[in-house]
């Protein structure tokens, strides 16, 4: 499975931004598909992901009531809309799949995902 991940720029607070993620290869299989993000001397993250045959969703409460995943099967694409950005969300934000099944916990952990993207940076200025 590649992913390609997209959309990123420089914003000011209180703006908005819509990342994608074009998943290619072999999708079958895919359980949960998420976003990350790294911010400068920081760890991975993990900010939201939803289940790739159906439309859970889950998300870190920072980032609740501003961001929306979604996904497209049938364009193999995910998308993450994020809205009124604060400069806390500046980072580089990665896309990634899994092929696992928790048992209906929901994969946080980046070491539980097995395919990534290369990553989008989003800059948001105060």
Not at 21 to 43: H, L, N
Not at 110 to 126: L, M, N
């Amino acid at each position: 499975v590649q992913l390609q991940a997209s959309g990123g720029g420089v914003v000011q607070a209180g703006g908005s931004l819509r990342l994608s993620c074009a998943a290619s290869g072999r999708t079958v299989g895919i359980d949960y598909m998420g976003w990350f993000r790294q911010a400068p001397g920081k760890e991975r993250e993990f900010v939201a992901a939803i289940k790739w045959g159906g439309s859970s969703t889950y998300y870190v409460d920072s980032v609740k009531g501003r961001f929306t995943i979604s996904r497209d099967n049938a364009k193999n694409m995910v998308y993450l809309q994020m809205n009124s950005l604060l400069p806390d969300d500046t980072a580089v934000y990665y896309c990634a799949a899994d092929r696992t099944y928790y048992g209906g916990v929901w994969p946080t952990k980046a070491r539980q995902y097995d395919y990534w993207g290369q990553g989008t940076e989003v800059t948001v200025s105060s």
